[in-house]
């Protein structure tokens, strides 16, 4: 097992990496130490482990929520329902909601437990590549709203994070896939040496090798743990981890939520960032190659549906990320080394989303 | 104009307190800094208060949300809207949620601050004398679920409470005389000297003479700026604020939301803790008296409604002070000091909820 520490003061937690960790009783129970648990899964993970982790909660009353499946439940109705579940069952301010799943189930499980009487604990037990390497780590909870995606949600930090790397084995393999685009986001924006393992090592994250596997989440939670120590809230350099999701959100809200998958459209946005970081001269030709040729082995798409410069850009001006009407974008100063624009040059800006959705509809 | 700080390292905020406050483009200049802002209030106070406050906030883009009024939409659906609409007005992470209004509307405002885009800023202009020395101050958000009061929430401190104390001429006297209930409370558990105060000054205060005004809302501000600044998530000393609460919302539960106004029902509930204080040895009759006396020339009702003790406890268990199914109560180790009680004997307690809710049904 090995163990990556977010380090927050008095609100620090361990995520705890390794094979198996669903059957280890030691482990849950150090990150669950609370009496009454609530643990959230869906019809799709549930079946798979949650007798496994009902076992290896022994000892404390364990009550279920099964959501449905898909980015499209991730709303406040959900959010209500795991409300509505504690309530029943008569949950105080030291019960524990403990996220079985992926992305979707941790988001919105989280923001019932920042919510349920003014915030209870929360255990992510991530499920998919993409939770285990981003979305379980770092507090930001939520629901999407049909105006936007997570524009509804709370800062509310886990008080451990359980990664079960054999997890993955079950995951289709076109979520692996876009788990990989964050995986290759953080050596984007933080570690050239860490995109030029990945750019050796695909093959075996995508035979899920439990060496290869477990050095990816592993240094994906470490970089992601130091930026989120330095910046909870996201004022500044944790928007670094945003690097293609503004485009992305833009394809995720064109398409309709679940269409294309989070990874999937946040690969093509990196994909756009890039282009965009050349148009400024901070990429080479060469350089942007690079970052196409690695989604391409990793399996993503690399092609933007065709909606239209205007509409894109009306889309991305929704995202949370705008400040004060100013769209600031994640780009790349150089491989390995994220960047924070609020002033990009709107014609270079306006080339690159002409050239990725189209000039028009 | 008074002020008092609450003292909270990063997240301090000033109240501001006076008369005339709502015209006061200075003051609300300070207060609300933001260029977009989202007024909330209710279809009572807007018709009186809301031209005066808009055009104090003149300069920005204001746009408003008119909720029905009463304790009973103090939902999840009622957060929802005011999400709506600040979506709808394509508001971003630098937008502003005005709450004008009493405790529901700054409860429910400041809950939709809380969760939208993950926090954006709040600022209390209450209009209730309850609001006024309690809810607007110390961060305190929520709404309620059919199973219990304030069962959703979050803590989200304000970035400023501006209390124009000419806006209490407007409020029926019943509602001014259930957040006398609120006022009383502070001298009962933290401050016998303004329990004394209260005492000489009470039909001064009934009649809203400025000067009696001013000087009970700061004082009840000022000591829930220290006790706050003590804990501000109420691991501790906070919950002493709770005072007849857990009592109170047995009461409430029990009547249905919006029957008993809430300082009605604290107000009975302070004297069931009173009550059993003396059965701990800890009060003399003539001192529960004397909290009897005071609440009755405040003009607040002093017996609970007969549910029967069984059905009160069960209500009171639901409570979100019930930690691991131990109901803390406040009591009162003498006048002016409160004390927070995790094993209260059950005998007392018993004793108690039958001489005051009757002992079946």
New interface residues.
Partial sequence: MQRVTIDLGARSYPILIGPGLLDDGQALAEAVPA?DVMVVTNEIVGPLYLDRLVRGLQGRRVETVLLPDGERHKT?ETA?RI??AM??A?M???ACVVALGGGVVGDVAGFAA??????VDFVQVPTTLLAQVDSSVGG?T?VN????K??????HQPRAVVSDTETLRSLPVRELRAGLAEVIKYGLVADLAFLGWLESNLAALLALEPAAVAHAVRRCCEIKAAIVAADE?EHGARALLNLGHTFGHAIEAAAGYGEWLHGEAVGVGMLMAADLSRHLGWLGAADVERVRDLLHRAGLPSSAPPIGAARALELM??D?K????RIRLVLLARLGEGVVSGDCPAQALRETLSSHFGSGT
Same sequence: chains 1, 2.
């Fill in positions: 009496r406040l209500g409300l509505d309530v029943a008569r105080n301010r030291d920042a919510c349920y009487q003014r915030g930001k939520g709203h049909p105006g936007g997570n524009l509804i949600g709370a800062f809230r001006a929704m949370k705008v400040l004060a009407g």
